[in-house]
Structure formats: structure tokens, C-alpha cells
């Protein structure tokens, strides 16, 4: 019992990474009804950026190099935007995917090609902070990356709900055409889009970095997947729905793990979004709004 | 105009002495240069390319008409897939490369050497006749594939097997052990079951468990709570340095401390001090290189001098090189276009004659399929360098 406990808890606050992973996903979605896969490799990308400033200030603290990844993030958001959505024509599905599957490939190259394949170590917080409670243990830099999460989650639906860019961002989000009537510059929200995205993504990559320990270019693929499980069980375009599908696949792999071994953990993860797929294929959280 | 056509002559009859003495002789690399094994391709090509420079620099390879002809390296990216590896040994087999140094990865040596010859002299095997000397791929026994395909790679089995005799009386209270294995990477996966948990069994030790992951993955509580529970006094990982490095931090947070902890070959590189040196700090390996020696010091400067570096695959590059210039020189190779598939014949022929070869720990011994048997040591982390342990020759 304490093995299967300690495994969904382990399960969940890792799966926080891939809420916020799911996050980015869902919001690109939700403005744009466009899927960004190159979200995943841009994340990790900024987490990589993170560390730049360990080239400059050797002795920077984790919190810095999280900083540096945020940041990172939104130039790296706004960039994908440029090249991947901006110059593209949208009105073909198809082009959009593949310039965003490009861009995957890309990054994931670039880091490559940076580092030479070789994992970074990554600096975390609270990473010597372990809750024990008799055999039952909860980790400190995880809880951390779950308490970001659910901030981020609080601060992208006050930024939706309480501001006048996120009355635009839903505008669009609804009635692109009517939003632009309106007067609003739907390539601009489209763009902030990206980098707000982009920041959430950094976050996200610094910590998968920090609850891992190092970097490594083999992460960009399976967060990829993960990403878009969590953000199609959770319900496209859902935010909530993000958060809560990241905890339970992060939850219910760890659980797959524990009684079926890792080599049908991610059989199970996959059979669990069929499920999803046949009998609710809006997630958790299907989104109310339509859009035109 | 006199002076015009002689000048002319004279700066062609130059050009044409010039190019005659400007012979080649070309080798092929391949390895992964793309993908998070590309540092393996990187350190492999320098160190051809600092070497065949070596070579050069003396003069370089003497062919059968007693002429010299400098060594030149194509290196070729085949991404760790077979499919590219196959690819690329298929169109080097179109050019006049005599031999193929490669690949890194075991998964693509293994399909790659089935695409060759079987037997040498069996006309009826339409396979590829092209010899290749792998320096990286160490899974145990391929070469047997094929006639055409030679290593140069340590015998993890002979390495694992002095390491745990050598351990039982370092650490005589250490009884058993517990394995974390990279389940979907060949070579680690082969490392673990048929060498570190065989060789542990044969010298004595009690196997508790093994725990499993995968090569992408990144969370590794589970894991390492097995590990804790089993309470082995040895562990022993045979995983690449990115999981490595994970599952050494997760020990560390849950306080995993073996008496005696074992890495995987491969692992023995700068990739491992990078992502998680304070973590790996008393991890044991065996590894066919250090830069203990006059020639090894030599070696891994030079590499370094081409931006790569030096750890026991890389290093076996550089010793394929010298071997196959020993081995054109030795079986007189002609170096033209015309005897191309028979200098490739040749070069086949020297190396599967050979009883052993100078490396750069000391003399690697043939054995009659194909394989080496090289000098090792044994290498431990400590403050976030290898350094030598000991050297049980």
C-alpha cells in the first residue's frame, strides 16, 4: 500500500512538468486551433538558456537560472511564432503542423549540436528537502515545481479573465473575425500568445531540468508526447483540464510502472488516451466556447 | 611567346610532379554526429583526423610501389540508426575508400556487418566486400557476423570479470548487488544481463534485483526505491550518462549509498562529470583508456587539438588508424583505382592475420573472431575527473 502511495505521489508532482508542458499546448490550441509540436523542444530549449548565465556569473543561484529559462522562453515563444505561424498561411492545416514539427526537429538539433549531445547538469531548488513521514517520503524541489504549476495556472487565468489582453485573447479565441472588427490586432494577441506560452514553457523546461538534474536532448520527444496526451485527455483548450490530466498521467504511469514494469508503462499511458479518444474525446474539461 | 610556352610547361610539369606525390589514400568514418550520442561521433572523428594528421606529418603510408600517400578521412554522420548506417556503407562502398572505421552505436553495427560477406571467399555471398573496423560499438561477439567486420573494442566481459575478482578482495564484506539497466539501449542492456550480472554471479556474489528504465526517461523514484529496498552492498549501473546521471541524483535524495557503486563503460567519459560529477563522485569502471602512458598523453592532446575527446572509444580510433596503416604498408597495398577491391581484400586479409597490436595501454591481443583483447584498468569519479584506481595488468 505504501509503494503504491508513494508511487502516485511521486507520479503526480512529476506530472506537474507535464501540465505545464500540457499548458502550452492547450492555450496555442485555444487561440489558434493550431497545434504548436515544437512547444516541448522549445521548453527544453529555454531551460538550456537557463544556463547561459551560469557562463557569465558562474555562481548564479537555481533561481536565476529559472529566471533566465522564463525569459528565455518568450523570446524563444515569439521566435516560433515568426517562423512557424507568422509568415505561414494558416488557412492550410497542414502547413503550420509541419512547419512547428520542423521546428522541433531544429531546436532539438541545436541543442545537439551545443552541447554535443552530452546531459547538463541543472541546478534545483529545495532539491535536499525531503518530507518523510515513516517510510512515506515527499520531495521538496518537487513540491516546488507542483506549487509552480499551480501558479502559473492561477496566473494564466488571471491574465484570461482579468485583463485586456486576455478579453482579446478570448475574443479571438471565439470570433477571430468579429474580434478583428472590433479592432483588435488578432496578430498581435496571436504573438503574445507565443511569448506568454513561451514564459509558461520556460518555467516548465527548468523545472523538468531541475527534478531530473541534468538536460539531455533525449527529453524533447517523450515530453512531446506527454504534452499532448495531458493536453487531449485534459480537453483541448483547457487550462484546468491541463493540470489535472498532467497530475493523473504523471500519477497513473508511476502506478503502471509499479505493477506492470517500464517496458508497459507507456503501453498503458497509451491505452489510456484511446479510452479518452472513444468515449470522451473532449477530455476531463471540454471546452464550452465554439469558435467560428 | 618562347619563354610564354616553356613557362607554361614548366608550371605543368611541376603541377604534375606535385599531384603525383600528393597519393591518398582514403578512410572512412562513421558514427553519430547527430542525436544525444553525437559527442561519440565528434570524439571519434578527431581522433581519425588527429591521428591520419600524425601520420602525415611522418611522412604518411607507404604503398606497394614503395611510394608514400597520405591518409585522408571522409567522416560520415549515420545518426545511430542502421538504415542510415547501412546507407552510408553502401556508398562508401562506391568510392574508393579502402576501409571503414565505425560505427558508435551497437544497434547499427550488428545489421550493418549483416549486409557484409559472410565467408571472404565465398563466391556464392553476393554481401558487401568492404572491411570494417569498428571502434566504438562494444556489444559483445559481433564481429563473428561477418569476415569483412573487425573491432577494436574492450571485452566487457573479460574487463567486469577482473573488476568483481578484483572488488571480492578490496571489499571482502560486500556479498551482493543490485543492477539498474537502460532496458531499450542494446548495450546496456547486453552489459547488464549477459556481462555484469553473469560475472558478479561467477565471482561469487549474490544478485538481489535489478531495476529497469528506459533511455528517455526522467523520473526515477521507483526505481531507486527498489534499489533501496534490496539493500545490495554493490550496485551496478548499465545505463548511459544521461540516466546514469538521474539515477544518481534520485540515490542521493533518497539516500541510497552503496559500499561499492559500478558504472557501465560508456559512462566513463566527461559526458558523466558534465551532467552529474559531485553525484558519480567513487564510481568504479573498467575502460581500455586512461592517459597514462607517453603514447596515450600524446594521443589525447592531439585529439583535443581537433576539438575532440579522449576516452576509450575515441581512443580506439585513433589506434585503428595506426593499425590500418600498419597493415597497408604490410600487405603492400597499390593504392590505385584499378586495385580497389583487391587492396579492400588485402587490408581484410592483414588484419585478420593479426596476432596483436600496439595500443596505446599496451599490446592488444587478436582473437580468431575478429575481436580484441585489450589492456584495461580500472577508473574511478573523484573530484569530477577519472582517475585511475588500479591496474590489474
Known sequence: ?292 | MKKLALAVSLALATTGVALAQEKTIKIAGFGAKTGPVRSFGVNSEAAMLAAADVINKQGGVRLADGSKAKMVVEFYDDRCTAEEGISIIRRVHGTDALVAVGPTCSNVAEPLYGILQKKADDKSDSGLQMPIFTDVAVKGGLAKISEWAFRNVPSEMTMYSSLFYWLKSKYPNAQTIYGGVEEDFAHSRASWYAVMKDRAEANGYKVLGNSKWLLADSNFATQVREMKNANADIVAIAAHPFTTCGVLKEMQRQGVKPKVLIGLTSSSSMETMQGCAKQAEGMIIPTSFAPVTKDGKFAAETTAKFKGSADLHSMAAWENMFILKDVIESEKVAGTKGELQADRRKIRDGLAKLKETKGLLGVTKRTDDREADKPYLFVHAAKGEWKVLHNPL
Not at chain 1, 505504501?2 to 508511487?7: I, K, S, V
Not at chain 1, 468579429?178 to 494577441?189: H, P, T
Not at chain 1, 497513473?252 to 479510452?275: A, C, H, I, K
Open chain 1, 1 to 292: 500500500m505504501l509503494d503504491f502511495l508513494q508511487a502516485v505521489s511521486d507520479g503526480m508532482l512529476f506530472g506537474a512538468t507535464y501540465a505545464l508542458i500540457g499548458i502550452g499546448f492547450t492555450l496555442v490550441f485555444g487561440v489558434m486551433h493550431k497545434l504548436n509540436l515544437s512547444y516541448a523542444a522549445a521548453s527544453i530549449g529555454a531551460a538550456y538558456s537557463g544556463l547561459l548565465i551560469l557562463k557569465v556569473f558562474a555562481a548564479a543561484p537555481a533561481w536565476a537560472v529559472f529566471l533566465s529559462a522564463f525569459v528565455g522562453g518568450g523570446v524563444i515563444g515569439y521566435l516560433v511564432y515568426l517562423t512557424c505561424f507568422h509568415f505561414i498561411p494558416l488557412s492550410n492545416p497542414l502547413a503550420p503542423l509541419m512547419s512547428t514539427v520542423g521546428m522541433f526537429l531544429l531546436i532539438d538539433e541545436v541543442i545537439v549540436h551545443a552541447t554535443n549531445g552530452m546531459p547538463q547538469n541543472y541546478p534545483a531548488m529545495f532539491d535536499d528537502v525531503m518530507i518523510r513521514a515513516g517510510g512515506y517520503t515527499l520531495r521538496g524541489d518537487l513540491l516546488l515545481v507542483f506549487g509552480l504549476s499551480v501558479l502559473c495556472m492561477i496566473g494564466l487565468l488571471a491574465l484570461l479573465y482579468r485583463t485586456k489582453l486576455g478579453l482579446a485573447t478570448r475574443a479571438v479565441s471565439q470570433q477571430p473575425v468579429a474580434a478583428q472588427l472590433c479592432g483588435i490586432r488578432v496578430a498581435r494577441v496571436n504573438a503574445m500568445t507565443f511569448v506568454v506560452t513561451g514564459l509558461v514553457g520556460g518555467i516548465a523546461g527548468a523545472m523538468m531540468g531541475a527534478a531530473v538534474g541534468a538536460l539531455s536532448p533525449v527529453l524533447t520527444a517523450p515530453l512531446t508526447v506527454k504534452g499532448l496526451i495531458v493536453t487531449v485527455i485534459g480537453g483541448l483548450g483547457s487550462i484546468p483540464g491541463a493540470i489535472i490530466a498532467g497530475l493523473l498521467v504523471g500519477g497513473l504511469e508511476n502506478v503502471f510502472q509499479l505493477y506492470r514494469g517500464v517496458t508497459e508503462r507507456d503501453l498503458y499511458v497509451m491505452l489510456l488516451l484511446f479510452v479518452f479518444l472513444v468515449f470522451r474525446p473532449g477530455g476531463i474539461f471540454t471546452a464550452k466556447s465554439g469558435r467560428d
